[in-house]
């Protein structure tokens, strides 16, 4: 049979496969660091933007970089869905949705007067280092932080509705303490400061006057301290309850893989269940082969 013979398009689409999706590939690899650089260098010029003085010494210089690389996002994400098995799952997926909003404000420059504003969107570009180190073996890492945030998930869910009502009493309490001429003007405004006081923000616009509310004021910042710690104790301890399992899962393969090394088969019942230096099958008594070729050496 004569061989498929390839068109020039099948042939860019899978050039283009290897380099998108091959990480493993030199070609892969030094396409996600150049991807890198880009993305960090498309960031930093968002920022310089806005400095009213880079801005207006080096503008053209801003405007044709960001060009450049708007082009080659663009040029990317039609290689994206060109060399994509299914192109409307990548279109429609998150990071797709992400890389069409990312180069978007370019263009739309053309067509809407100050829509500078969204230039600011392309900060979201900063997201697609997610997927660039998940291709890059940092999938396992990903997993154990995805998995002790999902399994400490109904503890923080209770830790943050605990904190809620804490901050509604206090607040309501506050209310009824300290004046209007304090700023305690309301129950929603008395809450947003017990808010601000718990978690140490203190803005300092809204201040207890009276003796009593400045006790009741200590209270909760004393408080507040004991509660930053209380998440990222929860966290932390199910991601090291969720490392050693699988460290332990992994130190038991290993074992199991070298227990398999030096398993001892009875060439008579082919019984594996021996202890490490028997002689004789535990199950029909016939002298085991490793002895065999000693007694024959």
């Not at 060009?67 to 192109?87: A, D």
């Not at 006790?215 to 966290?235: C, Q, R």
Request: charged share 20%; glycine share 6%; hydrophobic share 45%.
């Amino acid at each position: 049979m004569r061989g498929v013979i390839k068109s020039k398009y099948d042939i860019l689409k899978q050039q283009a496969y290897v380099i998108i999706y091959g990480t493993n590939t030199p070609l892969g690899k030094l396409f996600d660091i150049v991807l890198l650089i880009l993305i960090f260098l498309s960031v930093i010029m968002v920022m310089l933007e806005t400095v009213k003085d880079i801005d207006h010494q080096a503008h053209g210089t801003l405007v044709f970089l960001e060009w450049f690389i708007t082009v080659f996002f663009t040029l990317e994400y039609i290689l994206r869905i060109i060399s994509n098995r299914k192109p409307l799952q990548y279109i429609f997926s998150f990071y797709g949705i992400i890389d069409l909003i990312s180069i978007l404000p370019m263009y739309l420059s053309f067509f809407i007067p100050g829509s500078k504003a969204l230039s600011v969107v392309r900060a979201l570009r900063l997201l697609r280092v997610f997927r660039i180190l998940e291709l890059a073996n940092f999938m396992n890492q990903g997993e154990e932080l995805k998995m002790a945030l999902r399994t400490s998930r109904t503890k923080i869910m209770v830790f943050i509705y605990f904190v809620l009502v804490i901050c509604i009493l206090l607040g309501s309490l506050m209310y009824v303490i300290e004046s209007e001429e304090s700023g305690f003007t309301s129950i929603p405004r008395s809450i947003y400061w017990c808010i601000v006081t718990l978690t140490t923000v203190g803005y300092g616009d809204i201040a207890p006057a009276t003796t009593l509310g400045q006790m009741v004021a200590s209270f909760v910042m004393v408080l507040g301290y004991g509660i930053i710690a209380v998440p990222t104790g929860i966290v932390t301890a199910e991601y090291s309850r969720v490392k050693t399992k699988n460290f332990t899962i992994r130190e038991s393969d290993e074992y199991q893989k070298e227990q398999d090394i030096d398993v001892i088969i009875c060439p008579n019942c082919s019984n594996k269940n021996h202890q490490q230096g028997a002689k004789f099958c535990c199950k029909c008594g016939v002298l085991l082969g490793r002895e065999k070729d000693d007694e024959r050496m």
